[in-house]
């Protein structure tokens, strides 16, 4: 990057074109075998290395350069930039649990994963080959550890940024530029009794009879919306508890996920005074909602889930969210994407990378009159 006149320019995105000479993978086959390797969120060691490695192949061949972006002593974030980035397209690439292996027909590839988030991986990996062979420089990859369950990649590569002007961030919106996406609160609910044989009740304390009372009041909570992201949601994902039928339970848990759409301290203080003194409250996660820029040309949707944009904006620059595939099907044992799909998020990965650069290089901004924003969480 160079400065011209008191504001930073980016270096001319266009160059001569890279023919690559390293074995390239079609997205398709990308895709499957990214599923096929199991990488459950603190498991993402095996996954890395073989795009880390795939990525250093690439990168040496066409002037770039990769990197591990170390998170723990086991796991790393991966990073690939060619020039100076003034782009960067990131997703993720741990997976919830259960892991099932790839398969495929003619329309669709199954397999954790394939949509949340590995066919977005092989599909920016393919986008980056096309941006390579025609020429173009200044934008980079990073696929980060930890988005499904705290975000700890994100954390890690806040803490270091490239100096990328935009950050295309990869999630199933079933290929549309997402508006808005809503934030999340994570809870554990912690209840404590005392045991005592069940046949004497009156002798102990049920902690479980504690944290249903606390659940309940929790449900009933009235719980904001927003004219744009719609209804704050609820889940109550897990519960646990107790020892045996004939104990009385001295310890009971339930984790909670809270979807938000506005001020998430408001939220927050409504479960603290719903509870009372019943349960611990303990926050495991807070993501604010945020509102993004449209970008011309693209068609707009908005989403219920939550991303690793609040954590890596803005660190990573402006953020767009952008995908093939749907959320309904993430998380499912029924989760697919498309083939038609995926080979079209290719290009426009491409589109969207050199519109982002072009508008990086003249120095113009978001075409959306508000810009984005975040709500506090």
Sequence with gaps: MVLI???????????KPVPLSAKRMHPF??????????????????????????LSGLAAGSGGKAEAMAVTPERFNVYA?????????????????PFFASREDDEHIHGR????????????????EKLIEGGTRN????????????????????????????????EPTESKVALGSKGIL?????????????????????AIEKLLD?????????LPSDPVLGKTTLNIGTISGGR???????????????????????????????????????????????????LDGFPTSVVAFTTDIPVLVPAWGEPFLFGPGSIHVAHTTDEKISKRELLAAVDTYVHMTRTLLGRAETGAGTTQKNPPKQQHA
């Design 139 to 170: 934008f980079g990859l990073l696929f980060v550890v930890g988005e499904e369950r705290n975000s700890a990649g994100a954390e890690v590569a806040a803490r270091s940024p490239r100096g990328a002007r935009y950050l295309i961030n990869g």
């Design 214 to 222: 606390a659940l309940e009041a929790v449900r009933r909570m009235p």
């Design 29 to 54: 086959e990308m895709t499957r075998a990214l599923v096929d390797i199991e990488s459950i969120t603190e498991n993402e060691k095996q996954v890395g290395e073989y795009l880390l490695h795939y």
């Design 186 to 206: 994570r809870y554990e609910i912690v209840a404590t009794g005392r045991m005592a044989h069940s046949a004497y009740p009156e002798l102990g304390e049920s």
């Design 244 to 294: 045996a039928p004939n104990i009385i339970p001295d310890a009971a848990k339930a984790e909670l996920a809270i979807r938000l759409v506005g001020d998430g301290r408001v939220v927050d203080r409504a479960l603290r005074k719903a509870v009372g003194a019943r349960v611990e409250v303990r926050e495991i996660l807070s993501l604010p909602a945020m509102h993004f820029a449209a």
């Design 81 to 97: 930039e060619w020039g100076a980035p003034a782009v960067v397209l990131s997703t993720h690439m741990d997976t919830v649990p």
């Design 113 to 128: 994963g394939a949509c949340d988030a590995k066919g977005i991986i092989a599909a920016m990996i393919a986008a980056a």
């Design 5 to 15: 006149c008191g504001k930073l320019k980016t270096k001319e995105h266009r160059q």
